[in-house]
């Protein structure tokens, strides 16, 4: 699950910063997770070099190894229906009959030649206080705070990079990437500490065309009537993908965060005497992640109220 885990950060962040870029100053929120599952079930049916094209962008292309037991019986005994069984797995994970939580995941391929899968608009309210103990670190370059803050009974954490001092977000942006998300977050970096918590209680709930952005990644041949090659889906010519869709919703407030069918329950808090102090009352970054896989289920920038 590491490299499936390692493509799902890369495509993770390689989605971010196409959106930064095309959103200049606007909240960002998307699920990488659920884009990646809907974009595996289009690559079993693609082809040539549609498929190549499809596997570098979401960078299953250096994801390698035997199947899996588990997935020997499977229809597509391939390399990409091994990945689509994999993520199908993780999904049971995440949603254990024993959790209190549940991600769901809409994806859906339509047979007239269109792809949904699901994600706009922000809502932003007074700030919320809470104190505990938390992995917390402080960054000299770029100056900043990195809170992770685990919920359902630490299955689930919220990491929030938060710039201090005299550093942006812009100069977070600019940096971030696989090498340092993982330094930034690495439990070398992040000691538990006494922290005192001020973030705000927001809901983002944004829609996204993601058919540029993805060509823009390299995805070209799949959205083209003439080049796409479908046909493992059918043999029939003409198919190709005419629009991708991807609506997130994400609420944070005191019982804990909800986003998308994801629910979490509020944080175990602790009254403690001596505290660091997090100050969430301007922009930053979030990530939504699975603890026992380390998978990226959310991604988001709270810009602006």
Not at 9 to 23: A, G, P, Q
Request: charged share 20%; proline share 4%; net charge positive.
């Amino acid at each position: 699950m590491d490299s499936l885990s390692t493509a799902n950060v890369e495509f993770c962040l390689d989605m971010f910063k196409e959106l930064t870029s095309n959103h200049v100053g606007d909240n960002i929120f998307f699920s990488p997770l659920s884009l990646l599952y809907a974009l595996s079930t289009l690559l079993l049916g693609a082809r040539g070099k549609s498929a190549k094209q499809m596997e570098k962008v979401l960078h299953f292309n250096h994801i390698a190894g035997p199947l899996k037991p588990d997935f020997v019986d499977s229809a597509k005994c391939s390399q990409a229906g091994r990945i689509h069984s994999e993520l199908g797995v993780l999904f049971s994970q995440i949603n254990q009959p024993d959790s209190n939580h549940s991600l769901s995941i809409a994806s859906r391929l339509y047979a007239t030649k269109v792809m949904a899968v699901h994600q706009g608009k922000s809502i932003m309210v007074e700030m919320m206080y809470q104190t505990g103990t938390f992995k917390l670190a402080f960054l000299k370059k770029p100056q900043m705070q990195v809170l992770e803050l685990p919920y359902v009974n630490n299955k689930l954490s919220m990491i929030i990079l938060l710039p201090i001092g005299t550093a942006n977000l812009q100069q977070i942006e600019k940096q971030l990437n696989m090498k340092m998300f993982y330094k930034w977050t690495s439990p070398s970096t992040m000691t538990e500490r006494e922290v005192e918590v001020h973030i705000p209680r927001f809901k983002l709930e944004i829609k996204y065309k993601l058919n540029s952005l993805l060509k823009s990644l390299g995805m070209t041949d799949i959205s083209n009537q003439v080049k796409a090659d479908l046909s493992g889906v059918s043999s029939a010519k003409g198919l190709y993908l005419s629009k991708v869709i991807h609506k997130s919703y994400v609420e944070v407030n005191e019982e804990g965060t909800e986003a998308a069918a994801t629910t979490g329950n509020s944080l175990v808090v602790k009254r403690l005497p001596i505290r660091a102090q997090f100050m969430a009352n301007h922009p930053f970054l979030f990530f939504i992640k699975h603890i026992q896989t380390n998978m990226i289920l959310f991604c988001g920038k709270l810009a602006s109220p």
